[in-house]
């Protein structure tokens, strides 16, 4: 039988591991915002420099926010990839 020390001390651990994870969660859940808004943003702004160099209207910069939807994915799926992947 055990005492009530050692049922403090793993609902101490419990709390701890539970905590630990949820700053995990709200670090994975920010890195895919930023990580999404910086490269749509940067294709955004890519796109259209290259539009006023090349004057091709908005065509370069639509490209832009596409490839930048694509490499955001792209990075999303890596960085999922990675936090499950520690996890196991």
Do not use: N
Not at 32 to 61: K, N
């Amino acid at each position: 039988m055990q005492k009530k020390k050692d049922f403090d001390k793993d609902d101490k651990d419990i709390e701890k591991r539970d905590q630990r994870w949820a700053l995990q969660a709200m670090g994975l859940t920010t890195a895919i915002g930023t990580e999404l808004a910086v490269t749509v943003v940067s294709g955004y702004y890519c796109g259209q420099f290259l539009d006023r160099h090349f004057g091709t209207g908005p065509w370069l910069m639509l490209a832009g926010v596409i490839a930048g939807i694509a490499i955001g994915i792209t990075g999303i799926y890596k960085t999922l990839q990675r936090f499950f992947g520690e996890r196991k």
